[in-house]
């Protein structure tokens, strides 16, 4: 995943369970001059809590997969790749620290690649749709998700390009209980003064699932710092209304 490819990624935690208890109590029958009895401590019986019912991986992974996004609705020029290219190592955020999967793994993940055509410099488009068992894990992935941030905020990667993460608004996206966004910027240079491309990321939970859009791309003249999230939020959208439909 990108987040789940890098951060791959973002981690997870919480749960509630409904505990149901009855009393058995008893009074013994009035009699006139006899004195009416309380039941002793052991005749008072509770019945154990019920067990929280857990999701099912694989109906969770069948789900995932029909849920993420395919070609025909993404729409030209996208294709679907089997691997889209990646300077980032399987369970590290960035160099040496590890993303959100090492914190909590989540129950079920699937993933798709694509690039907008097939020439060189091709815009890589990489979506993933993720489940945790319960809230405790989900609150476990809110938690470590800015440590991930913080830890990744300048680095150098594998390919010695310098990058810089930032945190970027929060916009909502309609259905989203909650959204996260950042960019990372690449430059040539450590003085950041030549930028070589750039990503977006927005991560958007419903319930239990996430999905996430990881959006790579060459900057252009009219957005030349890769500040404008437009092109990935309305792909981000489209991913979590099939998540909606597909975990309603």
């Known amino acids: 995943m990108a987040l789940q490819t890098r951060l791959s990624q973002w981690a997870r935690r919480g749960a509630a369970s409904v505990a149901a208890g009855m009393l058995a109590t008893g009074v013994a029958a009035?009699?006139?001059?006899?004195?009416?009895?309380?039941?002793?401590?052991?005749?008072?019986?509770?019945?154990?809590?019920l067990p929280t019912a857990q999701p099912d991986k694989a109906d969770?992974?069948?789900?995932?997969?029909q849920a993420l996004i395919t070609t025909p609705e993404l729409g030209k020029p996208w294709v679907a790749v089997?691997?889209?290219?990646?300077?980032?190592?399987?369970?590290?955020?960035?160099?040496?620290?590890?993303?959100t999967d090492a914190s909590i793994?989540?129950?079920a993940s699937a993933s798709a690649q694509f690039t907008a055509g097939k020439k060189a410099g091709a815009a890589i488009g990489v979506f993933s749709v993720w489940t945790?068992?319960?809230?405790?894990?989900?609150d476990a992935y809110r938690e470590a998700l800015p440590k991930v941030l913080r830890d990744c905020r300048s680095y150098t990667d594998r390919s010695k390009l310098s990058v810089v993460l930032t945190p970027a608004s929060n916009?909502?996206?309609?259905?989203?209980?909650?959204?996260?966004?950042?960019?990372?910027?690449?430059y040539y240079d450590k003085q950041h003064a030549k930028l070589a491309y750039a990503r977006h990321y927005v991560i958007a939970r419903h319930g239990r699932v996430l999905s996430s859009v990881q959006y790579a791309f060459l900057t252009s003249k009219s957005d030349p710092k890769a500040?404008?999230?437009?092109?990935?939020d309305g792909m981000a959208q489209q991913q979590l209304s099939k998540v909606m439909t597909g975990f309603a």
């Open 30 to 49: 009035c009699t006139p001059g006899a004195p009416t009895t309380q039941p002793a401590p052991s005749s008072i019986s509770t019945a154990s809590p």
């Open 60 to 65: 969770d992974l069948a789900r995932a997969k």
């Open 82 to 99: 089997k691997k889209a290219n990646s300077v980032g190592t399987e369970g590290e955020a960035c160099p040496g620290r590890p993303n």
């Open 105 to 107: 793994a989540p129950l």
């Open 132 to 138: 945790y068992p319960d809230q405790a894990a989900v």
């Open 171 to 186: 916009t909502a996206l309609a259905g989203a209980d909650e959204t996260w966004r950042y960019a990372e910027r690449i």
């Open 227 to 232: 500040k404008d999230f437009s092109t990935t």
